[in-house]
């Protein structure tokens, strides 16, 4: 068994990036700007926020963080997204996401300029990605084509399975994974909270992608033997023993699981953490104008 190395990664390419940043700005170019909208004070989004600031920096690229308290409406919210498409500064603008329940996130999502939309949330992106056109892909689905990448792990003719169908993981890297090319050509079933027989399917898996967001839920009798499984699944839950008060857990139980797999990430220290980076690339790339010249 083999560790993916999320850690080891998201250290190489940061630094890939911040070479990129430093030659594009020796060249003239501006300095990549990401703008982030906080709304609230909810402890999970702060730390996710404070870790795309933080990880901006070491890149060289610019961020500004704009918060909100959770009372503010829709429409104010709305009127600083569309102030800060105007912003020629600004090359890359997210709002993080949960917000609360009186506002609609598609409406916010669907406000975002696509040119600046390096979360790739847009209906605009998501539709160019699944037609197979340029498009900032979103964090998770971006990370988890890296990983595969840089551990040159076959995936034609693979058979992989995605648990779990949601609009920024699941959907996204089913429909990636069966793309024409590498890291593709695969055979994809999306599983779902619907599906029969679950764990009959999941043990046909050469890939295997736990994206459902239930702690420990795949165990070693749903994993083939040999199986590359990653778990993108990333609760947070109370801790007694750790400094902050807080683990992360997979949806993957992985010391049982991984006796039994060729490769596997694990949580925290894989997915999670190469997440961060696609957003500094996709940020890189919207200050180069390379997606939407
Ligand atoms: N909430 C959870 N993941 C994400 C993400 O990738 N981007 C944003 N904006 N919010 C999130």
Redesign the pocket.
């Known amino acids: 068994m083999q560790l993916l190395d999320g850690k080891k990664l998201t250290a190489e390419m940061k630094q890939e990036i911040a070479s990129e940043v430093a030659a594009f700005k020796a060249a003239g170019g501006k300095t990549p700007h990401l703008a982030?909208i906080l709304v609230g004070h909810d402890g999970g989004?702060e730390t996710?926020v404070a870790g795309k600031v933080k990880a901006c920096a070491e890149v060289g690229i610019k961020s500004t963080l704009v918060r909100f308290e959770e009372q503010v409406t829709e429409k104010e919210l709305l009127l600083k997204i569309a102030a800060m498409n105007d912003d020629a500064d600004i090359d890359g603008l997210?709002?993080?996401?949960?917000l609360p329940p009186h506002i609609a996130e598609r409406h916010v999502i669907e406000a975002i300029d696509i040119r600046k939309d390096v979360?790739g949330?847009h209906p605009m992106n998501i539709g160019r990605m699944v037609i197979g056109i340029p498009s900032y892909l979103?964090?998770?689905p971006a990370g988890i084509l890296e990983i595969l990448k840089r551990y040159n792990i076959p995936t034609a003719g693979k058979s992989c399975v995605v648990v779990g169908r949601s609009n920024?993981v699941g959907k996204p890297v089913s429909i990636l994974l069966s793309r024409k090319g590498y890291p593709g050509d695969a055979t994809v079933t999306l599983c779902h909270s619907r599906t029969v027989n679950l764990k009959d399917i999941t043990r046909q898996a050469d890939i295997l992608i736990a994206a459902m967001g239930k702690p420990e839920f795949i165990r070693a009798d749903m994993v083939k033997e040999g199986a590359v499984v990653i778990d993108v699944g990333i609760t947070r839950m109370k801790s007694e023993v750790t400094k902050s008060g807080w683990k992360l857990i997979g949806d993957v139980k992985f010391d049982e699981v991984a006796p039994h797999c060729s490769y596997i990430t694990p949580v925290p220290g894989g997915v999670g953490l190469l997440?961060v980076v696609a957003?500094l690339k996709n940020t890189l790339l919207s200050a180069k104008k390379t997606i939407y010249p």
């Not at 997210?94 to 949960?98: D, G, K, N, S, W």
């Open positions: 982030a989004s996710y997210i709002v993080q996401l949960p979360d949330f979103s964090a998770t920024i997440t957003l």
